[in-house]
Every structure is written in structure tokens, then in C-alpha cells.
């Protein structure tokens, strides 16, 4: 066994953990979604799920804070996305979030929002962080990225250790595909937030749902005139918290401002 695992090498064994890693995933969120139905009854929502075990959730529609929608690499190239519900809880042992849809088409949400969640839509439009941004999200990890391979090369002088060189080349390719998808959007009482890497995540958010916002910079950013944004919702004792970094301190004070004065009517 270990002469095979020497033909092939640890780039082959890296493939096979791989493809067994996804393998156990696929395996386990089948046994999870088996069977998914979703119900709306009046102001509540049911959903059943499960092959070995059954399992129902009832959500009444006045706790769902915001919708989390998650397209990852296998579902882009098919149109497809996950979307979550974040829930309002009194305790930290409840459940925050709840799969809404595990896997539907990009096309089919504005009909499902409308017929089960009628008080969010998707944004018609997007606002993209500045390209002076762009530092932000690429710098840090890159050097973090470099310092590992340093690390990696002067502990384990061998050929292999020169493969964590890939370790910064993917840093650089998030970050630019982090900087790419941040952006913000606010549209008839509701703020949405597009983040994310490998994986593209949209939460859109009720603003009366939004419990507390903030505002922060660090030395790089007041250089070039660039803010992070962060609004809590009220699901269980901490809250749930959604951040929009490195975007323009003029759109973050105006986001602020919308936000404050909304809380001040209330």
C-alpha cells in the first residue's frame, strides 16, 4: 500500500483526500435535503427535511431578519444558489439560521421571495467598492501567504516544500475576487451586502431588523478615505453580524446616517 501511495506521489494523494472530501459532503447534504418541502401558512413558514430522520421547523415570518443567498463554485456553472433565513432568538442555543432553499435556480428566486418571503427582493443594483480598495484585500493575506512558504521552505528543506508557493498565488486570486464582489446596495428600507472569495454571498437585511451599525477605520484606510461598515441583528444573545470592508468613507456615512435617522423615527 505504501509503495502505491509513493507512485502516485503527494500531489495524487492530495487529489484523492479531495475528491473524498467532496464525496462525504455530497453524501451528507443529500441525506439532509432528502425529501425538502417547504409550506406557507399564513404569517408562519413550515419546512421538513431528512432521509433517515425527518426533521420540521417552524418559522413565524416576523423572526426572519435577513436572507443570506451562497453560490459556490459547483453551483455557478449550473445557475444555482443556496439561501438561508437568519432567525431572531432569545438565547444563544437557538438556532440562528435555517436552510430556506438548499439548492434552487438564480431565475426562480424573485417568484419564491414573492410567494414565501414577501418583504425581501433581490437589489436591481449594485454599488462596487472603489479600485483604491483593492490594496485592502489582496496586501495582508499575500504576506501572510509569503511568511508560510518562508516558514515551510527553511523547516522542510525539500522539492515539495516549494508547492507552498501556490499559498500566496491563491491569496492573490481571492483577494481579488473578494475586492471584485464587495459592494453594497439600499433599496425601499432594505440594505444588502455582497461579499465573499471562492464562494459569492448577498444577505439582504430589513432595516428595521438592523439593531446597531458601525463605523471604523484603521491608518491605511483614512489614507485613502476608506471605511468598514458592521450592522447586528438581533438572532440570539451575541447577534449576527454582516461587514462591508474597505468601501468609500462617503457611501459608509451616508449608509450610517440612513440607518440612524431610521432609528430615531422608530
Not at 123 to 146: C, F
Amino acid at each position: 500500500m505504501y509503495d502505491r501511495l509513493g507512485d502516485i506521489g503527494i500531489p495524487g494523494v492530495i487529489g484523492i483526500l479531495v475528491a473524498l472530501s467532496w464525496s462525504l459532503a455530497f453524501a451528507a447534504a443529500f441525506l439532509l435535503d432528502y425529501g425538502f418541502r417547504l409550506e406557507a401558512a399564513g404569517d408562519t413558514l413550515t419546512i421538513e427535511r431528512g432521509f433517515l430522520e425527518k426533521k420540521r421547523t417552524v418559522i413565524a415570518l416576523r423572526r426572519i431578519q435577513a436572507v443570506r443567498i451562497t453560490e459556490n463554485a459547483l453551483h455557478k456553472p449550473f445557475g444555482m444558489v443556496a439561501v438561508r433565513v437568519v432567525i431572531a432568538g432569545s438565547s444563544d442555543g437557538e438556532k440562528k439560521t435555517a436552510d430556506f432553499f438548499p439548492l434552487v435556480r438564480v431565475s426562480e428566486l424573485p417568484g419564491l421571495f414573492e410567494t414565501f418571503l414577501p418583504d425581501f427582493r433581490l437589489p436591481e443594483t449594485w454599488h462596487s467598492v472603489d479600485r483604491k480598495a483593492r490594496a485592502g484585500y489582496i496586501t495582508l493575506p499575500v504576506l501572510l501567504g509569503l511568511c508560510i512558504v518562508a516558514g515551510v521552505i527553511l523547516l522542510l528543506p525539500t522539492v515539495w516544500s516549494w508547492c507552498a508557493l501556490v499559498l500566496p498565488l491563491m491569496a492573490w486570486w481571492e483577494g481579488n475576487l473578494r475586492f471584485r464582489r464587495a459592494a453594497w446596495s439600499r433599496e425601499e428600507g432594505r440594505l444588502s451586502i455582497r461579499f465573499g472569495g471562492f464562494s459569492r454571498h448577498r444577505v439582504l437585511i430589513l432595516q428595521s431588523r438592523i439593531q446597531w451599525h458601525r463605523v471604523s477605520r484603521n491608518p491605511l484606510q483614512e489614507g485613502k478615505k476608506l471605511a468598514t461598515f458592521k450592522v447586528a441583528l438581533a438572532s440570539g444573545k451575541s447577534g449576527t453580524g454582516f461587514v462591508l470592508r474597505h468601501a468609500s468613507e462617503s457611501d459608509i456615512c451616508m449608509l450610517s446616517g440612513w440607518l440612524s435617522a431610521s432609528a430615531k423615527r422608530s
